[in-house]
């Protein structure tokens, strides 16, 4: 499914329709060039999610913990991996436990990542504003979150 959006209020409109069917235990990974907007997606999760706190990029720290929203939610910025050996970084707690996971940068460590998951690539287009984003489900509660999507 794509999705082309004008500006960073609409790509967090569309979060925040997503973050209304998220369950806990499920993860969501972002993809897409620096400043592409997967922090401003993020963001349009949390709060659908009903968290309040400023949310932040957790580039230097791997990963912010959200526990104050409908759903605690698990931001993570797997950019710094891009090089590291395999590591046991207990990631499975976050994407097994009671909230959603939200990884930016996952294709760094695709195989520690849950096999079941939504894919967003934020793509820029030639208007710096716009964003085409591209969901790709990969299992079926991520699908009927896309045909959800569709249907609204």
């Known amino acids: 499914m794509k999705i082309i959006t004008n500006n960073e209020k609409e790509t967090k409109r569309v979060a925040k329709k997503i973050s209304a069917h998220l369950k806990p235990a499920m993860t969501i990974l972002l993809e897409g060039q620096l400043g592409a907007g997967k922090t401003a997606f993020t963001k349009g999760i949390a709060e659908g999610l009903g968290i309040q706190r400023l949310l932040k990029s957790p580039t230097y720290t791997l990963i912010r913990e959200y526990t104050e929203g409908r759903l605690p939610l698990y931001h993570m910025d797997l950019y710094r991996l891009e090089h590291s050996e395999d590591e046991e970084l207990g990631l499975e707690e976050y994407f097994y436990g009671s909230g959603v996971s ?11 990542l ?20 591209i969901l790709e489900a990969y299992g079926e509660q991520y699908q009927n979150i896309v045909r959800r999507l569709e249907d609204e």
Request: hydrophobic share 40%; aromatic share 6%.
């Open 102 to 112: 939200v990884v930016e940068w996952g294709s760094f460590m695709k195989e520690d």
């Open 114 to 133: 849950p096999k079941e998951h939504l894919m967003i690539q934020i793509n820029v287009l030639n208007d710096p504003e716009k964003r085409e984003l």
